[in-house]
C-alpha cells in the first residue's frame, strides 16, 4: 500500500506503542489509498502517535508486488518489469507485525533505508496471506539471529600509528 514516516526509534518505544505505530499507520494507509481491497475496520486516529508517524509515501501504492524474505533481508520488486522498490537488510527492520485478528489482511515493518529514512511499510496481503508473510519475516529473523550467534562479526582493531 506504501509507507508512512516513522520520526522515533522504535528501539525507544515498548512493544504495545510499536504495535499502535503499524496499527496507525495501516489505519492511515487505508485511508489514503484508494481500491484498498482488505479487511480493515476504519479507526478514529490516534492523536497520541502523531508525533511519532510523519508524512506517507504512496508512489507504489496499489501496485502488485512481489516480496523475497531472506536471512540477509526484505526485498520488494514489481514482478512484471523486476524494479526493486525496496531492499531492507534484515538488520535495519527494527519490528514487524500482522496477520493477526486486527491485521488479517496487512504486514507492517518498520526498517530504516536511504530513501525514506525510517518508515513502517504497509502490505497489503489478501487471501490469508499475511499470516504466512509475517511467520516467514519471524523465522528469517531467527535464522539470522542463529547465524551471529555461530559466527559473530570480528572485531577490527585500527592500526596503531
Known amino acids: 500500500m506504501g509507507c508512512i514516516e516513522v520520526l522515533r526509534s522504535m528501539r525507544s518505544l515498548d512493544f504495545n506503542t510499536r504495535t499502535q505505530v503499524t496499527r496507525e499507520a495501516i489505519n492511515r494507509l487505508y485511508e489514503a489509498v484508494p481500491g484498498v481491497k482488505g479487511i480493515w475496520k476504519k479507526k478514529a486516529p490516534n492523536k497520541a502517535l502523531f508525533s511519532i508517524l510523519g508524512k506517507s ?33 534484515m538488520q535495519s ?4 507485525s500482522g496477520g493477526d485478528m486486527d491485521t488479517t489482511d496487512y504486514v507492517a515493518y518498520v526498517a530504516k533505508d536511504p530513501i525514506n529514512q525510517r518508515a513502517c511499510h504497509i502490505l497489503e496481503c489478501c487471501e490469508g496471506l499475511a499470516q504466512s508473510v509475517i511467520s516467514t519475516v519471524g523465522q528469517a529473523f531467527e535464522l539470522r539471529f542463529k547465524q551471529y550467534l555461530h559466527s559473530p562479526p570480528k572485531v577490527v582493531v585500527p592500526p596503531e600509528r
Open 93 to 96: 527492520i527494527s519490528f514487524a
Open 57 to 89: 509515501n504512496l508512489h507504489f501504492a496499489g501496485m502488485s508486488i512481489a516480496v523475497n524474505i531472506s536471512v540477509d533481508g526484505l526485498n520488494l520488486m514489481i514482478p512484471t518489469t523486476r524494479q526493486i522498490i525496496a531492499n531492507h537488510h
